[in-house]
């Protein structure tokens, strides 16, 4: 008879709460077993730690540095954790202002408007004005196939859709192409839709958390 292996579970503080958690949980996770929800948009909880887009930075007390991004740090024993302290928020606001650089903000008219993560997290965050100022860069939409339109305009690069894609589907119809300002989603390997592997499964879209598919 196998005797069960016990799970070994890690203590720490998070905003003062003593959270237990198993081993190799995220902290986001952990803060989420506590009931303090820590804004994210990369993060799906159906696929593996990707941590690109910093909303999620929390801050470790006694760390140097001191920001980490919490989707893909682990909780560990004895870590004490801040998710809403003035330095979080400040960062979490630089970094909003960014994406709204070019991000459409037709957020009136946005089919994705009121279950938008990036625009529940603009409220949140008090973004009101952006000191970053320079023309907006736009490309066009894109007709991926009869059922995908791609929006570049308000893609995050989140890439849940490829992940989701590659992880989940098995498939991998989609890809990042490009970097830096020119990054973008497309359908992989340059063939089309059609001609590639996508099923039409819809699941890019579903877990797209800015309306971009
Ligand atoms: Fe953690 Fe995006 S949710 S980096």
């Known amino acids: 008879m196998v005797a069960a292996t016990q799970q070994q579970m890690v203590t720490g503080l998070i905003n003062g709460q003593e959270v237990t958690a198993p081993a190799g949980t995220t902290?986001?996770?952990?803060?989420?077993?506590?009931?303090?929800?820590?804004?994210?948009?990369?993060?799906?909880?159906?696929l593996?730690?990707?941590g690109s887009c910093r909303i999620c930075t929390v801050e470790i007390l006694?760390?140097?540095?001191?920001?980490?991004?919490?989707?893909?740090?682990?909780?560990?024993?004895?870590?004490?954790?801040?998710?809403?302290?003035?330095?979080?928020?400040?960062?979490?606001?630089?970094i909003l202002q960014?994406?709204?650089?070019d991000h459409a903000l037709d957020c009136p008219t946005?089919?994705?408007?009121?279950?938008?993560?990036?625009?529940d997290n603009t409220y949140l965050h008090?973004?009101?004005?952006?000191?970053y100022r320079r023309p907006k860069l736009a490309q066009p939409y894109e007709h991926f196939s009869d059922t995908i339109d791609y929006k570049w305009d308000r893609c995050i690069m989140c890439n849940r859709c490829t992940r989701v894609c590659d992880e989940m589907?098995?498939?991998?119809?989609?890809?990042?192409?490009?970097?830096?300002?020119?990054?973008?989603?497309?359908?992989?390997?340059?063939?089309?839709?059609?001609?590639?592997?996508?099923?039409?499964?819809?699941?890019?879209i579903a877990v797209c958390p800015v309306g971009a598919l």
């Open 27 to 46: 902290i986001l996770e952990a803060a989420r077993l506590a009931g303090i929800e820590v804004p994210n948009l990369c993060y799906q909880p159906l």
């Open 48 to 50: 593996r730690p990707w």
């Open 62 to 94: 006694g760390k140097r540095g001191g920001m980490v991004e919490s989707c893909s740090a682990m909780f560990q024993d004895g870590i004490e954790v801040l998710t809403h302290s003035p330095d979080t928020m400040q960062a979490r606001q630089y």
């Open 98 to 101: 960014m994406y709204l650089i």
């Open 110 to 119: 946005c089919d994705k408007s009121g279950e938008c993560y990036l625009q």
């Open 126 to 131: 008090n973004i009101n004005a952006n000191p």
């Open 169 to 204: 589907v098995g498939v991998i119809a989609i890809e990042q192409a490009n970097r830096s300002l020119e990054a973008t989603i497309a359908p992989a390997f340059g063939r089309s839709l059609e001609e590639n592997s996508c099923t039409n499964c819809g699941m890019c």
